[in-house]
């Protein structure tokens, strides 16, 4: 089993920053996919973004040039770093993993205000 625990959320103003962290911990050798996914009220879960089986990086396309994942491998710390905060970008953020199960954190709330 992997835990995943999310912090880093809250409330911003519209162009603001805010950094998403997300700790694994558990059987994390077996991860190959990590990553973000967020849900706002009425919606589906969408992709926000994710390390791939080889390391390689995807985003969404409504986050491109805006947002950047980043890992400590050190610290079994996965990042999203959100710039250029928009109000559409509110939504509840999981963190998941995928390996030998799909796994999912508790989310963090992240609300931007026009």
């Known amino acids: 089993q992997v835990q995943l625990v999310e912090s880093g959320g809250g409330l911003v103003q519209a162009g603001g920053s805010l950094r998403l962290s997300c700790v694994a911990s558990?059987?994390?050798?077996?991860?190959?996919?990590m990553g973000w996914y967020r849900q706002a009220p009425g919606k589906q879960r969408e992709l926000v973004a994710l390390?791939?089986?080889?390391?390689?990086?995807n985003y969404a396309d409504p986050v491109k040039g805006r947002f950047t994942i980043s890992r400590d491998n050190a610290k079994n710390t996965v990042y999203l770093q959100m710039n250029s905060l928009k109000p559409e970008d509110t939504a509840v953020y999981y963190c998941?993993?995928?390996?030998?199960?799909?796994?999912w954190g508790q989310g963090t709330q992240v609300t931007v205000s026009s």
């Open positions: 998941t993993s995928q390996g030998l199960g799909r796994y």
């Open positions: 558990g059987s994390i050798n077996r991860i190959n996919t």
């Open positions: 390390f791939g089986p080889g390391g390689g990086t």
